[in-house]
Nanobody, 117 residues
Framework: VQLQASGGGLVQAGGSLRLSCTAS????????VGWHRQVAGQQRELVAS???????SYADSVKDRFTISRDNARNTVYLQMNSLQPADTDVYYC????????????WGQGTQVTVSS
């Protein structure tokens, strides 16, 4: 299983970006897909997740600003990020939770998001 993350970049505060996470196979094979972020030396944070049943959750820090969605036909999960703040600057990783283990077992490469003030 491979996950390909894309869509990061440099944006001014208040701007928007959309991240994409495309799986090599069907995303329906996963229990959930989530977007995480991790600043070097700090604990990884689960930003948003969407289960194959459609349940969605967000970290408090991004509620009402970020929206996670999926396109099963394209095997892709998106993270629409609006009203970006400098505190959102980070490397964002998509990961898929295995049905068997219930753990995020499959990780894509990170995509850098930089928000300037």
């Amino acid at each position: 299983v491979q996950l390909q993350a894309s869509g990061g970049g440099l944006v001014q505060a208040g701007g928007s970006l959309r991240l994409s996470c495309t799986a090599s196979g069907s995303i329906r094979n996963f229990y959930a897909v989530g977007w995480h972020r991790q600043v070097a030396g700090q604990q990884r944070e689960l930003v948003a997740s969407i289960s194959r049943a459609g349940r969605i959750s967000y970290a408090d820090s991004v509620k009402d600003r970020f929206t996670i969605s999926r396109d099963n036909a394209r095997n892709t999960v998106y993270l629409q990020m609006n009203s970006l703040q400098p505190a959102d600057t980070d490397v964002y990783y998509c990961a898929a939770k295995s049905i068997a283990s219930g753990e995020y077992s499959y990780w894509g490469q990170g995509t850098q998001v930089t928000v300037s003030s």
